[in-house]
């Protein structure tokens, strides 16, 4: 699976189909494990880290979902082919071409293993809508498959063994990406993020850790793995998000009873600007695209589809937009390409 591959084919966590799409992009679960028998990733020579990493490759074909997947070595990469893989949220920044890291894809972008990033191995499903339990019930068989064939640095007492101590216990870290742009606008979201950071979640931006929100987007996810199953995590982890939902829902059906005009305002000049820009750059973009999701989610517009708008998210970040030109490109060039493919979907939409 060639890299131009992946930027042809729509993962289904952007269809924009699956539970409480309308609030939730896409739900991810991530598991840490380390070999036994090897030093931590920043322990470790070049020679283990190969070993390592030809250690849990040796064993892809025999599991199932992972059958001719493909594997992307980061040494040699270009830095435009590393940016994307991380806007395809695939691999992390931490993930080194220096540790022999190594990306295996799945078909469809369901599954995918990282390989000597901060851990020896990190498992990551991702999906559309409020999926947890869906992913949690696949991703729980990856590792066991897995686990015929590699031994876990496992403690008895305190779980499995990571890297960074905040991981060390269940190795999971779980989150959805979520859109607010009812409770931004009443500016209630605030409140809501100081809220779910006392019950013990993080809230972080559309890229994960150390990036900021924008376009009404933020990923919230647990931050403790010890001392709790993976079940309880994901269940207190749901419950919040479910209320969340239902805060977003209200404060839509505020707005629509007090504010309708202003917000049909709001959601046809984005429209208007997104159909008609030549230059536009990847902030007013990714703000006038939750506009634009709004209107889909409120039925305002109705030629336009929600997997589109989720796909256009992706498709418009710098990396993509190299990609599809296949060359790179400046800024003004990549603001002219980004323009016209908005323009572009959004007329084979309304067709």
Known sequence: MELEYILKNIAPWLTGEGPEV??????????????????????TDESSRRQISGLIRQFIDRIPVLSGAAVVELEGLS?????????RHLISRELS??????????????????INEEDH??????????????????????DAELEKFLEYEYSPVFGYLTACPSNVGTGMRASVMIHLPALVLHKQVDKIVQTVGKLGLAVRGINGEGSQAA?????ISNQSTLGKSEEEILGDLEKIIRKIIVHERNGRQVLIESQLLRIEDQIYRALGILNNSRLISSEETIDL???LRMGVDLEVLKTINRGTVNQLFLHTQPAHLQKLA????????????????IRDKIETDGR
């Open 79 to 87: 830095e435009i082919d590393r940016l994307f893989l991380m806007e």
């Open 121 to 142: 191995l990190r498992i990551q499903i991702i999906r559309s809508g409020l999926s947890l339990s869906r992913i949690w019930g696949e991703i729980k068989k990856v």
């Open 215 to 219: 376009g009404n987007m933020f990923q």
């Open 97 to 114: 071409p220096d540790n022999q890291g190594a990306v295996i894809i799945g078909q469809k972008e369901i599954v995918s293993l990282m």
């Open 22 to 43: 309308d609030i939730i992009l896409s739900s991810r679960i991530r598991l840490a494990r380390n070999l036994k028998g090897f030093n931590f990733i920043r322990k």
């Open 326 to 341: 296949g060359t790179a490109l400046d800024a003004t060039q990549r603001d002219a390409l980004r323009a016209k493919l």
């Open 289 to 291: 695209l939750s506009a």
